[in-house]
Nanobody, 122 residues
Framework: QVRLVESGGGLVQAGGSLRLSCAAS????????MGWFRQAPGKEREFAAA????????YYADSVKDRFTISRDSAKNMVYLQMNSLKPEDTAVYYC???????????????WGQGTQVTVSS
């Protein structure tokens, strides 16, 4: 079992930045790839970014490419999502998730955090 806890969400103006953190605990010895997903009000949850277990490979949705950066510190069991140039359409609950292989398909993820709210005002 892997427990994931997100933090770092909040209210920010358009054009601003936030850094989300995801702390993993439990069976973190397995080589989990990590992903960030988001769910806006009235919409389905969607893929935002993912990173391989080694950190050497990263993947982004087109909507966040060149603005968001996913990274990890495996020694600390932490995953981060640096979000720059935020837009009102980035407003959503952001979730981190763990999987044994990198996927953009959320159905392939085994463990999920409770989410953190990001609100971008115009």
């Amino acid at each position: 079992q892997v427990r994931l806890v997100e933090s770092g969400g909040g209210l920010v103006q358009a054009g601003g930045s936030l850094r989300l953190s995801c702390a993993a605990s439990g069976r973190t010895g397995s080589r989990y790839a990590m992903g960030w997903f988001r769910q806006a009000p009235g919409k389905e949850r969607e893929f935002a970014a993912a990173i391989s277990w080694s950190g050497s490979n990263t993947y982004y949705a087109d909507s966040v490419k060149d603005r968001f950066t996913i990274s990890r510190d495996s020694a600390k069991n932490m995953v981060y999502l640096q979000m720059n140039s935020l837009k009102p359409e980035d407003t959503a609950v952001y979730y981190c998730a763990a999987t044994l292989n990198v996927y953009s398909d959320q159905s392939r993820y085994d463990y999920w955090g409770q989410g953190t709210q990001v609100t971008v005002s115009s």
